[in-house]
């Protein structure tokens, strides 16, 4: 997986679970978010490992230690930590500390519904900034004329009502992950 993918997952659990981004700082191996969610006052650090220092992609126990102390020293109420895999070490590191875990073969489920209720409020917010409107109706959108589709936007939202129909999430999540890359190609 490469380091914008490493990054879009990032986000799209971000936008999922509805944190706000206060800060992003990207380091040699690493970009750090650090976030608050919505429903508590609690500080978040999401960290994403896009390069481990080790040849084998394993991020090691002292990637896990380092972020537990850094937790610590700044006080964060919890982290989590997104890397490609992780050591069994790494793996009972974080058990003991205040760690959730997202890798290629253990990332957080979400239902289509959730997605495709994460994508509709994204779609709005984008035509809006866009438009100055959000359309009614499917005929009142400029980014569909005449059938044929001049709006990313509106493409990706058509997309995405397609994938939720047939229950698709990992198709939902490259929506959102879309959807947000225009969001940040705007600002």
């Given at each position: 997986?490469?380091?914008?993918?490493?990054?879009?997952?990032?986000?799209?659990?971000?936008?999922?679970?509805?944190?706000?981004?206060?800060?992003?700082?990207?380091?040699?191996?690493?970009?750090?978010?650090?976030?608050?969610s919505q429903k508590s006052d609690d500080k978040i650090l999401v960290r994403v490992i896009v390069e481990t220092p080790s040849k084998t992609g394993f991020v090691g126990v002292d990637s896990v230690k380092e972020m537990n102390d850094f937790l610590e020293k700044r006080n964060y109420d919890k982290g989590v930590l997104v890397g490609k895999r992780f050591t069994e070490a790494a793996k009972n590191e974080m058990k003991l500390g205040k760690i959730e875990m997202i890798s290629d073969t253990r990332k957080p489920y979400f239902t289509s519904?959730?997605?495709?209720?994460?994508?509709?409020?994204y779609t709005q917010k984008l035509c809006k900034a866009k438009c100055g409107q959000i359309?009614?109706?499917?005929?009142k959108c400029k980014g569909h004329p005449d059938g044929h589709y001049s709006c990313d936007i509106r493409l990706t939202s058509d997309n995405a009502d397609f994938?939720?129909?047939?229950?698709?999430?990992?198709?939902?999540?490259?929506?959102l992950m879309?959807?947000?890359?225009?969001?940040?190609?705007?600002?």
């Open positions: 997986m490469s380091e914008e993918n490493f990054i879009a997952n990032a986000e799209v659990i971000l936008a999922i679970r509805g944190y706000e981004t206060v800060d992003i700082r990207k380091k040699k191996r690493l970009v750090d978010y650090t976030v608050s519904m959730k997605l495709f209720s994460v994508i509709n409020d359309p009614l109706e499917d005929s994938h939720f129909e047939h229950g698709w999430t990992s198709f939902l999540e490259k929506d879309k959807l947000l890359a225009i969001e940040k190609s705007n600002s």
